[in-house]
């Protein structure tokens, strides 16, 4: 089974400042997704990427930026905070040709 | 774009009645793949269910839905509730060549004793 971690669990910050929400999976998928997850809203998509250097802009992408880095790793970056942003957010990723995403554990982020 | 309607929000029942979770997508490819997404207190959502055949009955851990093209629907059912299985659940569609997967907004499943 995929192993997906992520890191910090949880973050608080102020309003205007930088944060970066890391994703590390370990049996090399090749998408990976970040999502947030707000009451009635369900599991939005902010960006996603299908390799290294990819990215792609889900359905929520404003004020956030993304990078995939390796195979592994993708981050998400929030540069200016806003309490518009407190949210539980999750990295996912699955694998070419089979749609089950499987989820991290979620970063819980407070802006403040 | 394609869309998921998870029609109930919350839904809370008595341990041992019967539990049904109403899906409907759209989407204008003819070959969707669905999903039941559970997700408990304080976990990240896993894989309960998916399908992509028409008409065809999937079952998991006593949960059970089949994929209606007809009726654009995948509804998420089970005989007789836990109180395990009080929960998040989210549908959620797919269709082949699209990176994207499409989640309703969940329903939420309290049992009562």
């Known amino acids: 089974e995929a192993a997906v971690t992520q890191s910090p669990r949880n973050k608080v910050t102020v309003t205007g400042g930088n944060v970066t929400l890391s994703c590390r999976q370990t049996?090399?998928?090749?998408?990976m997704y970040w999502y947030r997850q707000d009451t009635g809203h369900g599991l939005r998509l902010i960006h996603y990427?299908?390799?290294?250097?990819?990215?792609q802009i889900g359905d929520v992408p404003d004020g956030y930026k993304a990078t995939r880095t390796t195979q592994e790793d993708f981050f998400l970056l929030l540069e200016l905070a806003s309490p518009s942003q407190t949210s539980l957010y999750f990295c996912?990723?699955?694998?070419?040709?089979?749609?089950?995403?499987?989820f991290g554990p979620g970063t819980r982020l407070t802006v403040l | 774009g394609d869309s998921v309607t998870q029609t109930e929000g919350l839904v809370t029942l008595t341990e041992g009645l019967p539990v049904m979770l109403n899906c409907t997508y759209q989407?204008?490819?003819?070959?969707?793949?669905l999903f039941w997404y559970v997700q408990h207190l304080n976990e990240s959502p896993r894989l309960l269910l998916k399908?992509?055949?028409?008409?065809k009955r999937t079952e998991h851990q006593g949960f059970h839905a089949t994929l209606h093209k007809s009726s654009s629907s995948f509804h998420l059912q089970k005989s007789s509730a836990q109180l395990s299985d009080s929960a998040l659940y989210y549908c959620?569609?797919?269709?082949?060549?699209?990176?994207?997967?499409?989640f309703g907004a969940g329903t939420k499943l309290t049992i009562k004793p």
């Open positions: 996912a990723s699955r694998d070419w040709g089979d749609a089950e995403q499987f």
């Open positions: 049996n090399s998928h090749n998408y």
């Open positions: 990427s299908y390799g290294a250097g990819n990215l």
């Open positions: 989407t204008i490819y003819s070959n969707p793949f």
């Open positions: 399908s992509f055949t028409d008409n």
């Open positions: 959620a569609l797919s269709v082949y060549g699209n990176e994207k997967i499409t």
